[in-house]
């Protein structure tokens, strides 16, 4: 090359490639975390806490105990990221219970029925009860249990109370109370006695001791 020549331009190819890659190594990271966290309550779903080590997490979730320790300061701030998941994937599993044209009654009962289901065949739902049962081990805090799911079940009882299936004097926010810890009663128990295999029938039971609901559970 003279001097007279201008030199060559970079390649583009390398730049784009370069500019790709942190964006590929976030790629990476975020599946990464999300195997951790998705081993991670497969094991709580099975064990109790104070019996489960990093290097179990680990191992369920086919990486190093390094790779773990890169995403979570300890086992605390993994049990406590399950616990928020379970919250959060919680509320948004029934969103399209909700979404339907059923009436509140309806909505209320195929709710139940829905997260009775989640109880009997989903990790990250048995994990986060057991870990919420079991949060006198865990030196995080972790969220306060059920308020979002609790907050939906006292709106729709209120819808009900509106159209006439429930007398003007129910109180919605207690109702909906009394079948929270009835569900989240039954699960513990359920989960502790067979493992969540009954939960289903003991949802069902509930939905048919409350003269509110029991017709609508025949629709």
Same mark, same amino acid.
């Given at each position: 090359? $003279? =001097?007279?020549?201008?030199?060559?331009?970079?390649? $583009?190819?390398? /730049?784009? /490639?370069?500019?790709?890659?942190?964006?590929?190594?976030?790629? +990476?990271? @975020?599946? $990464?975390?999300? /195997?951790?966290? =998705?081993?991670?309550?497969?094991?709580?779903?099975?064990?109790?806490?104070?019996?489960? #080590?990093?290097?179990?997490?680990?191992?369920?979730?086919?990486?190093?105990?390094? !790779?773990?320790?890169?995403?979570?300061a300890n086992k605390e701030a993994v049990?406590?990221?399950?616990?928020? *998941?379970?919250? #959060?994937?919680?509320?948004?599993?029934? +969103?399209?219970?909700?979404?339907?044209? %059923?009436?509140?009654?309806?909505?209320?009962?195929?709710?139940?029925? &829905? $997260?009775?289901?989640?109880?009997?065949?989903?990790?990250?739902?048995?994990?986060?009860?057991?870990?919420?049962?079991? *949060?006198?081990?865990?030196?995080?805090?972790?969220? /306060?249990?059920? @308020?979002?799911?609790?907050?939906?079940?006292?709106?729709?009882? #209120?819808?009900?109370?509106?159209?006439? !299936?429930?007398?003007?004097?129910?109180?919605?926010?207690?109702?909906?109370? @009394?079948?929270?810890?009835?569900?989240?009663? %039954?699960?513990?128990?359920?989960? @502790?006695? &067979?493992?969540?295999?009954d939960i289903v029938e003991r949802t069902?039971?509930?939905?048919?001791?409350?003269?509110?609901?029991?017709?609508? !559970?025949?629709?």
């Open positions: 090359m $003279t =001097k007279d020549q201008a030199p060559p331009l970079p390649s $583009t190819r390398r /730049t784009g /490639t370069r500019r790709q890659e942190p964006r590929l190594k976030q790629d +990476r990271a @975020v599946r $990464t975390r999300n /195997t951790i966290l =998705k081993a991670a309550a497969e094991v709580f779903a099975q064990r109790d806490y104070p019996s489960v #080590t990093i290097l179990d997490i680990a191992e369920q979730a086919g990486v190093t105990k390094g !790779a773990v320790y890169f995403h979570f049990a406590v990221s399950v616990a928020e *998941q379970f919250y #959060t994937a919680l509320l948004a599993s029934v +969103r399209p219970v909700l979404d339907t044209d %059923a009436s509140p009654a309806r909505k209320v009962v195929e709710l139940l029925r &829905h $997260t009775a289901r989640s109880f009997r065949e989903d990790p990250l739902t048995q994990a986060g009860s057991r870990l919420q049962i079991q *949060q006198w081990a865990i030196e995080s805090e972790l969220p /306060t249990p059920y @308020v979002g799911f609790t907050q939906v079940l006292a709106e729709l009882l #209120t819808e009900c109370r509106t159209n006439g !299936a429930l007398p003007p004097e129910a109180d919605p926010e207690a109702l909906a109370r @009394v079948l929270r810890s009835a569900l989240f009663g %039954a699960q513990h128990i359920s989960g @502790v006695q &067979h493992g969540w295999s069902e039971e509930i939905i048919q001791a409350l003269p509110v609901l029991a017709p609508a !559970a025949r629709d």
